[in-house]
């Protein structure tokens, strides 16, 4: 099953850190029907296809990601989408 794992640094608060990834995933839940829930300064997201979480930490954010065979063939697409998204983000 083909994964994906991010590590990507940021210098934001806690608090805002927290809050934009809320944002994201809130964006992905309206477009992809994607569900999430925090569990710490985890959040944890899934849909069919996909199963992953964010992790929040004071220095950097950690996303990982198991595709299903589908979502597996645009891993490159995909990582590169989420790359672009937390440069936006989390400059």
Known sequence: MPSIDIRHP???APAKARK???DVAKKLAERFDIQYEWDG??????RSGVDGKI?????HL???AQLGFLLGAMKGPIE???RRVLEEKFK
Do not use: Q
């Open 80 to 82: 590169a989408e989420i």
């Open 10 to 12: 940021h210098s934001l």
């Open 55 to 59: 992790a929040v930490s004071p220095e």
């Open 62 to 64: 950690r996303v990982t």
């Open 20 to 22: 934009a990834v809320e």
């Open 41 to 46: 300064d985890v959040l944890n997201f899934a």
